[in-house]
């Protein structure tokens, strides 16, 4: 599972509200404001040279889902976060019906997800990883990844 924040946990808890539900409310509005981001250029270049379909583990609200579907290019997010998922689906309605065909979106836990298809590409972008407690989630979630790569596949994170 992908960790919030001791902070941003902590404000939750005071809040009453589940800190997925805070980091959702507030996740787009934050990275549109960060200027040094250079993953999403990065994911479309690859994206756009190995074609679809493409596996997202951690897609959260589509900042990096939603622009590869823009390229006409087949993926299919997933997220343990329902919120999360909640501001993704909000923001695909408004996307053209070409866009939205070419998305498919799950809940699960990047841990343990199993589907029976198999990509070519698999991305787990920015910082997913990182927020896991202990290198055991860490191979579990990269398992994840090689499970769903297809014979000569890509894991890029």
């Known amino acids: 599972m992908t960790r919030i924040s001791p902070i941003l ?4 808890r005071i809040a009453g509200v ?3 539900e805070v980091a959702a409310k507030y996740y787009d509005d934050a990275y549109a404001a960060k200027k040094d981001l250079v993953d999403l250029p ?11 379909p493409i596996l997202e583990l951690a897609c959260g609200t589509g900042r990096l ?11 299919h997010g997933v997220d343990n976060s329902l919120p999360m998922l909640g501001v993704l ?11 939205q065909k070419r ?11 199993r589907s029976n298809r198999k990509y070519p590409l698999v991305t787990i972008p920015f910082r997913p990883l990182q927020h896991m407690h202990t290198l055991e989630e ?13 014979e000569n596949g890509i894991l890029a994170f």
């Not at 990065?42 to 679809?52: E, N, S, V």
């Not at 998305?103 to 997800?113: H, P």
Request: charged content about 35%; aromatic content about 10%.
């Open 89 to 99: 689906r909000r923001h695909l309605e408004r996307e053209p019906k070409d866009v």
């Open 9 to 12: 946990t902590d404000f939750a």
């Open 18 to 20: 589940e800190s997925y």
């Open 103 to 113: 998305v498919f979106i799950s809940e699960g836990d990047m841990r343990t997800f």
């Open 65 to 75: 889902l939603l622009p590869i579907a823009r390229e006409g290019i087949e993926i």
């Open 42 to 52: 990065f994911y479309l270049d690859l994206a756009k040279r190995i074609g679809g």
């Open 138 to 150: 860490q191979i579990d979630a990269l398992k994840t990844a090689a499970f769903h790569l297809e």
